[in-house]
């Protein structure tokens, strides 16, 4: 166990991922790229889109709520709701307060984590410091992104990247050995500016201008943000380790943000730790920001990749530049993932905007609707 204070274990984990599907061949059609560039230079085949109706809160809800269920609890036995996300439904309120409405909890606190990618693990970092201090005796830590809405479509070096989802996991205070490890948290702002949103903040509020200019999406330096994130992830992982008393030929699966498998190989390359031993689903869904690790630990565990006992590491690196990574000793039943199956988007419900609604659907994927929809 990391610091003084309660052990901190993972009882409930779950996701959620939008139906509609991005794929390559789509992309080829909208910007100059190809699919076997983006497979080869990424490891990416597809990503999913969130539809007219979800935003961040609904999908971070479904995922809360499998969560829950796998743990055995109620909405109300959670004492805090964490959302990490750089896509919040409104600068206020917090994602984290419609997400509280959304899943029926009357009790918890709730609050957004800026963190970026690094969203969910510092949420676990956070939630593991209220647990072991006795502020909290189960806390729902939540990583849910919406970036097919702030993603430029005509941005073939950003476009190509991005998908939706959301991943949750619930912990607990238990006092059987394992359970939390050791974690390490990092940020270095020598990299602020190579992946940002630079309009609709303080320093550049959103005006005709900003948006003339398409400063309401990401920008993003690939190959600096490449290289630093090869190395603050083995340098994060290995401090996590170290104050987990570890070393890694003790961990049994790597869960590491899926930004690039180009990414996930190198780390594993520097760290000199072999690939069947990292779980990778960026095939799949893309970089999926702060869901990217409870989405695939959700898909690990319900896969059968890890056992009661198994030693995991889960680490992260995202904009800021922040990184953080958790070692950890998984106790809970991975069959318990069977409880989730049940809940559905149909089970939570977002608290109607005040304003008329608008269709945040990005104008660039319209005919994706029109494709769902069998037309
Ligand atoms: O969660 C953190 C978020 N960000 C990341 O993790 C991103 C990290 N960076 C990356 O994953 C990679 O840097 C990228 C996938 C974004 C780019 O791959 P790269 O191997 O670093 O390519 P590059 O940026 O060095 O570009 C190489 C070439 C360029 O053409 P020229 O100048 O050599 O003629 C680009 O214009 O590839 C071109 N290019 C593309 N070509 C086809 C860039 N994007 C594309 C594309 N399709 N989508």
Redesign the pocket.
């Known amino acids: 166990m990391t610091g003084s204070g309660r052990g901190v274990h993972v009882t409930g984990w779950g996701s959620y991922v939008p139906s509609q599907v991005l794929t390559n061949a789509d992309?080829e059609t909208m910007?100059?790229?190809?699919d076997e560039?983006?497979v080869s230079?990424?490891g990416i085949c597809e990503r999913r889109i969130a539809g007219p109706g979800e935003t961040t809160a609904s999908m971070a809800a479904v995922a809360g709520l499998r969560a829950i269920a796998v743990a055995g609890l109620k909405p109300d036995d959670i004492d805090l709701i964490l959302v990490g996300t750089l896509t919040p439904d409104y600068p206020m309120p917090s994602t984290a307060a419609l997400v509280k409405d959304a899943i029926g909890n009357k009790r918890a606190a709730a609050m957004d984590l800026a963190a970026?990618?690094s969203g969910f693990v510092y949420g676990y970092a956070t939630a593991h410091a209220y647990i072991a201090s006795g502020m909290a005796t189960n806390v729902l830590v939540i990583g849910a992104e919406t970036l097919s809405r702030c993603t430029d479509f005509t941005d073939?070096?950003?476009?190509?990247?991005?998908g939706d989802a959301a991943g949750a996991a619930v912990l607990s205070a238990s006092d059987e050995p394992g359970g939390t490890l050791g974690i390490e948290l990092t940020t270095e702002p020598a990299g602020a500016y190579?992946?940002w949103l630079p309009a609709g903040g303080a320093a550049r509020p959103a005006t005709n201008a900003t948006l003339a200019a398409g400063e309401h999406y990401m920008k993003?330096?690939?190959?600096?943000?490449?290289r630093m994130?090869v190395r603050t992830l083995g340098s994060t992982s290995l401090k996590a380790l170290e104050k987990a008393g570890l070393g890694l030929p003790d961990v049994d699966l790597v869960i590491p943000?899926q930004?690039?498998v180009?990414?996930i190989e190198g780390l594993a390359r520097s760290l000199d730790f072999p690939m069947e031993r990292v779980f990778v689903n960026v095939d799949h869904y893309g970089?999926t920001?702060a869901a990217?690790v409870p989405l695939a630990l959700a898909e690990a565990v319900g896969s059968g990749r890890v056992k009661q006992g198994d030693r995991l590491l889960l680490v992260?690196?995202?904009?800021g530049l922040t990184s953080g990574a958790i070692a950890l000793q998984w106790t809970a039943d991975p069959a318990l993932s069977a409880r989730a199956e049940s809940i559905g988007p149909g089970d939570v419900s977002v608290l109607p905007g005040y304003l008329e609604p608008v269709n945040p659907f990005p104008p660039a994927l319209e005919w994706l609707l029109k494709r769902s929809a069998g037309g």
């Open positions: 992309l910007v100059e790229t190809s560039w983006i230079r990424t970026a990618c073939r070096g950003t476009c190509i990247l991005f190579y992946i993003m330096k690939g190959s600096e943000t490449f994130a943000h930004a690039n180009r990414i970089n920001s990217s992260a690196f995202g904009a």
